[in-house]
Nanobody
Framework: QVQLVGSGGGLVQAGGSLRLSCAASGRFFTISGMGWYRQAPGKQRELVAGISRLGITNYADSVKGRFTISRDNAKNTVYLQMNSLLPEDTAVYYC????????WGQGTQVTVSS
């Protein structure tokens, strides 16, 4: 079983930055992929960014060049640096981890005001 605890959300003006963190704990052998999804009101959950254990990354087109995902394998933690935030980035952000099964964090609200 894996528990994911995220932090770092909040309210920011357009053009600002936020950094999300998500730490995994519990009993597991190894965590392969980690990353972030988001869900805005009335919309489906969408992938924001993912990173493999070896550091291979992928991003949604809408965040390329603005967001950077990274991870610390020793700490079982994934980060999402979000720069040049736009109002359309407003959503609940969920971290995930693949460790045999897929696990999800509780979600953290990111609100970008115009």
């Amino acid at each position: 079983q894996v528990q994911l605890v995220g932090s770092g959300g909040g309210l920011v003006q357009a053009g600002g930055s936020l950094r999300l963190s998500c730490a995994a704990s519990g009993r597991f052998f190894t965590i392969s992929g980690m990353g972030w999804y988001r869900q805005a009101p009335g919309k489906q959950r969408e992938l924001v960014a993912g990173i493999s254990r070896l550091g291979i990354t992928n991003y949604a087109d809408s965040v390329k060049g603005r967001f950077t995902i990274s991870r610390d394998n020793a700490k079982n933690t994934v980060y999402l640096q979000m720069n040049s935030l736009l109002p359309e980035d407003t959503a609940v952000y969920y971290c995930y981890a693949n460790a045999g099964s897929s696990y999800w964090g509780q979600g953290t609200q990111v609100t970008v005001s115009s």
